[in-house]
């Protein structure tokens, strides 16, 4: 299986509601695995789950206080599998009431940090936080389908589970691969696959079941997240490819379950086809002569 520096994995921001000690702490532990967020109010961080700018909440127990309960469990009743922390730094009266308090409205994770080998807890934390998206489970597993699955193979699935990349189009998955878009689906139309239309369909389903995961987020937001030109476009792609309406898209179908539909579909029957394709090109060395390469600081994850 390729390995994880080859698969460009992005950094999950994390939305923080911290003390200013505690920002230049956290700060620190998340070197080089997320990006801090640092907020003041709840409502900073509701805005960042809705527009899904992080994928973890850290909450302060010294700053709770100064928050509403109401809108902390709100957050988690909204945002189920977006995990949320309370991170302990000092002990004040008031810190039993509040951590308890916390517990009772849906966050179960406590780090405590008074003790240096806390930080390394949340740095542990925060790294395997990391290795659980959406996109390395898909990759993992497709990995574990697909044994020995050739280096130009493996890009295209990349491709598809990339979020940076927000690759929506054939033509624009052909670019990252460099070749022209009719090129890429004659390749997959010859070995008898499913047209890359639909891997990269399918795809996107995945994405929006796992966003639809969280109660909080809209069809018209996951729509948007998407880059669907509107949210009546998204639900006709949904209407198209799964034969059902949005809303009973959302009821049937979570992220992992509609990953095993991908397989189902697209992968399982495909097995000995996939291990052995090359899209990027027909055969070793084989370059289409009216193709000029495209640059290749363009083709990046």
């Known amino acids: 299986m390729p390995s994880d520096s080859k698969r460009g994995l992005p950094r999950i921001p994390v939305s923080t509601i911290l003390t200013p ?92 940090a008074r003790m240096p080998a806390g930080w390394q807890t949340l740095r542990n934390l925060l790294a395997s936080q990391g290795s659980i998206d959406l996109q390395r489970s898909a990759l993992t ?21 990339d979020t940076s990349s927000r690759i929506s189009t054939v033509r624009q998955l052909a670019r990252h691969l460099n070749i022209l878009p009719s090129t890429l689906m004659s390749r997959f139309f010859r070995v008898k696959l499913p047209a890359p239309k639909r891997y990269l369909s399918l795809a996107r389903l995945i994405r929006a079941a796992r966003l639809f995961e969280n109660p909080g987020l809209s069809v018209a937001r996951v729509a948007n997240h998407l880059d669907y030109s509107s949210p009546q476009s998204f639900g006709r792609h949904v209407c198209t490819m799964m034969k059902v309406s949005p809303v009973k898209f959302r009821s049937t179908y979570d992220g992992q379950g509609m990953l095993q539909h991908f397989r189902t579909e697209l992968i399982l029957p495909y097995v000995e086809v996939l291990c052995t394709f090359r899209p990027s090109a027909a055969y070793p060395g084989w370059i289409p002569k009216s193709h000029k390469p495209l640059r290749t600081e363009n083709a990046s994850l």
């Not at 809705?50 to 945002?79: D, N, P």
């Not at 597993?141 to 589970?161: N, Y």
């Open 21 to 112: 000690l505690e920002r230049s702490s956290v700060d620190a532990a998340a070197h080089g695995l997320c990006d801090a967020l640092h907020r003041e109010s709840l409502e900073e961080v509701l805005s960042d789950l809705r527009q899904q700018k992080a994928g973890l909440v850290l909450i302060s127990v010294t700053r709770y206080g100064s928050q509403s309960s109401a809108r902390v469990a709100a957050m988690v009743r909204e945002f189920p599998r977006v995990p949320a922390v309370a991170l302990l730094t000092e002990t004040q009266n008031s810190t039993p009431h509040t951590t308890l308090a916390l517990g009772q409205l849906g966050i179960r994770t406590l780090v405590d």
């Open 141 to 161: 597993q497709i990995s574990l389908d697909l044994p020995g699955v050739s280096k130009d193979c493996w890009r295209f699935f990349e491709l598809l589970f």
